[in-house]
């Protein structure tokens, strides 16, 4: 699965201004919702659903929200970069700067967990995640969320 499969440009952000994880999460359900057409109260509910059973920031600065809804007939992903670091509650307890959003179907299954697979796979490469750091625009941010895996550094 490739990540442009899930992402298009335009669901990229580069530059998300939020002051706390609820505010982020607010920032890219709306995204979300112009995206799929959705209701954004209801992909808002949804990801503070998930986010109660526990922080989907995974660490290193990177949250992968996520969650599954039933009007939903595609895998959905949306990208943001903070524009400052927030507290997401994170697994290592380090501020977050990159949100990768996923939403499913209800009966993705397999799917949405290969979605999260191949996103935080493409995330641990330490040098995607400083190239997006420093990239100054969201064409440069896509272009390196959708580049192949380089094996060797993808540890």
Do not use: C, W
Not at 99 to 113: I, T
């Amino acid at each position: 699965m490739d990540l442009s499969d899930l992402l298009s440009k335009d669901a990229v952000i580069a530059r998300l201004k939020a002051k706390s994880k609820k505010q982020a999460i607010q920032e890219l359900a709306a995204k979300a919702a112009e995206l799929t057409g959705l209701s954004e109260r209801e992909i808002f509910d949804t990801l503070l659903q998930r986010e109660r059973l526990g922080s989907t920031g995974v660490g290193h600065g990177i949250a992968i929200p996520h969650g599954k809804l039933t009007r939903l007939d595609r895998l959905v992903g949306v990208f943001a970069k903070l524009d400052r670091p927030v507290d997401f509650d994170a697994l290592d307890e380090e501020p977050v700067d990159l949100v990768f959003l996923l939403l499913a179907p209800e009966g993705a299954g397999a799917d949405h967990l290969k979605a999260l697979a191949r996103i935080a796979r493409q995330l641990r490469d330490s040098a995607v995640t400083e190239g997006i750091r420093t990239a100054p625009d969201a064409d440069g941010i896509y272009d390196l969320l959708i580049q192949p895996i380089a094996s060797s550094n993808a540890a």
